[in-house]
C-alpha cells in the first residue's frame, strides 16, 4: 500500500496551459505539503495545508493554486505554465507541521516538463 | 536560510567512509536526515533532537552539535546501496507556520 500517492507522474505540456497534480495520502496524517525540486535538486517547500487550512505559502507565484478537499487529499492546479515550472514537484505529509521530531513522508514527485 | 552542506558531491569506493556535514546559520533545533535515490522521492534516515545527541542506524549515524548549529552524518563501510542524495532539513519557526527547511543536498556515488 502506497502511504503518498500522487498523479501523475510524469507530465509534458505546453507552455500557457493548465494542470494539475493529485495528492492522497493513507497514513492518517493532519498535515500535507508540496515541495518544488529544480534542476540543482534543490527542495523546496511551496506550501502546506494543516486540517485542510493553508498554513504555510512561500512565496509562489498565483498561478499555483493548492486545494485540500479534506485532510487526506492536496491537489495542485498550476495555471499558464512556464518553462521555468519544469521541476519535480513531491507531495508529501506529516503529524502536525513536521518540524520537531515529526516525520515527514513523500510521495514518488511528478515529474513535470513544460515545452 | 537554507542550511549549507558539504561536501556538495562525494564519489566513493565500497567499503570507504563519508561525513557529510550540513550548517546552518540560525539556532537548530532538531536535524533531519533524508536520502533521496536518483528518480525517487526522499526517504527518512533519523531525526536528532537534542544537542550532543547521537544515533545509528546500521553503518550510518549522526551528531549533532547545537552550539556550533551543525550535524554531521557518517557513513561507514559504505555500500553501493548508499548511493544517492542526502539533505539535512531543520526547522524553521515563525508562529504557527512550523516548516522543514532542507539542506542544499550532497550527492554521493558510491563505485564497485
Known amino acids: 500500500d502506497t502511504a503518498v500517492s500522487q498523479t501523475p507522474k510524469y507530465l509534458v505540456t505546453q507552455m500557457g496551459n493548465d494542470k494539475s497534480i493529485k495528492c492522497e495520502q493513507n497514513?492518517?496524517?493532519?498535515?500535507m505539503y508540496w515541495y518544488k525540486q529544480d534542476s540543482k535538486k534543490f527542495l523546496k517547500i511551496m506550501f502546506s495545508?494543516?486540517?485542510?487550512?493553508?498554513?504555510i505559502n512561500e512565496t509562489v507565484p498565483n498561478r499555483f493554486s493548492p486545494k485540500s478537499p479534506d485532510k487526506a487529499h492536496l491537489n495542485l492546479h498550476i495555471n499558464s505554465l512556464e518553462l521555468g515550472d519544469s521541476a519535480v514537484y513531491f507531495c508529501a505529509s506529516s503529524f502536525q507541521t513536521g518540524s520537531s521530531g515529526n516525520t515527514i513522508y513523500f510521495g514518488e514527485g511528478s515529474w513535470l516538463t513544460v515545452v | 536560510q537554507q542550511p549549507v552542506q558539504s561536501p556538495q558531491a562525494v564519489i566513493l569506493r565500497e567499503g570507504e567512509d563519508a561525513v557529510i556535514n550540513c550548517s546552518s546559520s540560525?539556532?537548530?533545533?532538531?536535524v533531519h536526515w533524508y536520502r533521496q535515490k536518483h528518480g525517487e522521492a526522499p526517504v527518512f534516515l533519523m531525526i536528532l533532537l537534542k544537542g550532543g545527541e547521537q544515533k545509528g542506524h546500521e553503518k550510518i549515524s549522526a551528531s549533532f552539535n547545537e552550539k556550533k548549529q551543525q550535524s554531521s552524518l557518517y557513513l561507514t563501510a559504505s555500500q553501493l546501496s548508499y548511493s544517492g542524495t542526502y539533505f539535512c532539513?531543520?526547522?524553521?519557526?515563525?508562529?504557527?507556520?512550523?516548516?522543514?527547511?532542507f539542506g542544499t543536498g550532497t550527492l554521493l556515488a558510491v563505485q564497485p
Open positions: 532539513g531543520t526547522p524553521s519557526y515563525g508562529g504557527a507556520t512550523n516548516k522543514l527547511i
Open positions: 495545508y494543516n486540517n485542510k487550512e493553508l498554513i
Open positions: 497514513l492518517g496524517h493532519d498535515t
Open positions: 540560525k539556532a537548530l533545533y532538531s
